[in-house]
């Protein structure tokens, strides 16, 4: 089996162009191919994980990844899935945002001896000139078109505004741009991107008069990962600051039973043939696949020596055993405390497991929050200052621990 081919069993593929020479390009190693990420936070997060996971199994087939970083297209901002437009960013937080990208990257993807390129697209459309931006390349789209494609139709409605009805013009010049200085001859995106990316195919072949063998796909990178990473705390990020291994772990560890299969095919380098084994569990067997699912997960951000630590933590923890050095902690202060005293639920706010006081004591009176193995059923239950002598484990549900101490 080809590599394309094991991209189509795990379920990656959903369109492409050009199949026979896009099959032939990546299954003899000869693409060179791009994703694009725009740096809207200072961490990747698990919605990106799909992206690079792809990267990393095309560089081993012998491919050649170019990480485009948007430095230049998160000024304007993609309205593709998006009801309103993005919140604007300077210039400084987006290439604080791209150096955090880079380092992120640079721990997955091998970048020696050229086996990969990390860009900013900030390099060539910052010094655009307007007016030849309209002549060369806007001459190349039909405004008609444009307004048929999804990405903007969904927004026609509420309001779509200039600034954005250029996202598909950049993003096209990108590939173009990319195939001129580094032979780009694929592109990789969410399905969302699909008519961005065909507007960059047929932007480099009118420029180059239909002789260029430019080819696209686009894989189930954003309708499956924007599904993915979402908590009640917000993202899962890559980032350790941002998520814990620990937590990182054990979000992986509580995905559904009629997701760890797929998560499996989509995110791991576990063998189609093992992967075929787990999907005939059922029940509590499918436990050990979560395990293993986290423990490849975490090893790949994390390295192995912190997935360790954060298995044997969590088993710990479910086996009633005492190991919580790496449980999340988040430390209390003088300040915290009112009177000598801190309510539970403000506990759970400070460390982020609840966003609001109504929350947390309706979850309490429901019976789904024990401190130090006792169940609380009291709204308003609060813990002295002195119960803090020792270290607080405070459980949410079946699954989410937290270590409090002061």
């Known amino acids: 089996m080809g590599v394309y081919e094991e991209l189509q069993e795990r379920g990656l593929i959903a369109q492409v162009t050009n199949e026979e020479e896009v099959r032939e390009l990546v299954n003899n190693g000869k693409a060179v191919f791009y994703i694009g990420f725009d740096p809207t936070a200072d961490s990747l997060h698990v919605g990106h994980f799909m992206a690079l996971c792809l990267m990393k199994r095309l560089q081993m087939a012998g491919n050649k990844p170019i990480a485009l970083i948007g ?17 604007m960013m300077t210039k400084e937080t987006i290439d604080h945002n791209c150096e955090c990208f880079k380092k992120q990257m640079s721990k997955f993807i091998d970048f020696s ?85 065909i507007g960059g195919m047929e932007l480099v072949r009118r420029k180059l008069s239909g002789n260029a063998n430019a080819m696209t796909i686009t894989l189930l990178l954003n309708s499956e990962g924007k599904k993915m990473g979402k908590t009640e705390k917000g993202a899962v990020w890559l980032d350790a600051e ?10 992986w560890r509580n995905v559904s039973d009629q997701d760890v299969i797929k998560c499996m095919k989509l995110l791991t380098f576990v063998p189609m043939e093992q992967i075929n084994e787990y999907a005939k569990l059922e029940g509590a067997e499918l436990n050990k696949v979560k395990e293993i699912l986290a423990f490849e997960l975490t090893k790949m951000i994390h390295g192995e020596e912190e997935a360790e630590k954060a298995q ?48 947390g004591r309706r979850l309490i009176t429901q019976g789904g929050v024990s401190v130090n193995d006792e169940k609380i059923t009291d709204g308003f239950a609060s813990l002295k200052m002195s119960d803090f002598d020792s270290e607080v484990i405070v459980k949410k549900g079946k699954k989410v621990f937290h270590k409090f101490t002061k």
Do not use: H
Not at 324 to 335: A, G, H, I, R
């Open 113 to 197: 001896d050229d086996k990969a390129i990390m860009v900013n697209n900030a390099d060539w459309l910052l010094d655009l000139n307007y007016i030849d931006v309209l002549r060369e390349v806007g001459a190349c789209f039909s405004v008609n078109k444009m307004l048929s494609a999804e990405c903007y139709k969904q927004r026609m409605e509420r309001g779509l505004s200039f600034l954005e009805f250029n996202y598909m013009i950049m993003q096209s010049y990108d590939f173009y741009t990319l195939y001129q200085k580094y032979g780009c001859n694929l592109q990789f995106g969410g399905d969302d991107q699909w008519s961005n990316m």
């Open 71 to 87: 430095g230049g297209t998160a000024m304007i901002g993609d309205p593709s899935g998006k009801t309103d437009m993005r919140k």
């Open 312 to 359: 044997n933590a969590a088993r710990a923890l479910f086996a009633g055993g005492a190991d919580n050095s790496n449980m999340p902690e988040t430390v209390l202060t003088d300040d915290d405390f009112t009177d000598g005293e801190i309510a539970v639920v403000d506990m759970m706010i400070k460390a982020g497991l609840i966003k609001s006081k109504g929350e």
């Open 242 to 251: 941002k998520t814990s291994p620990y937590e990182f772990y054990q979000y």
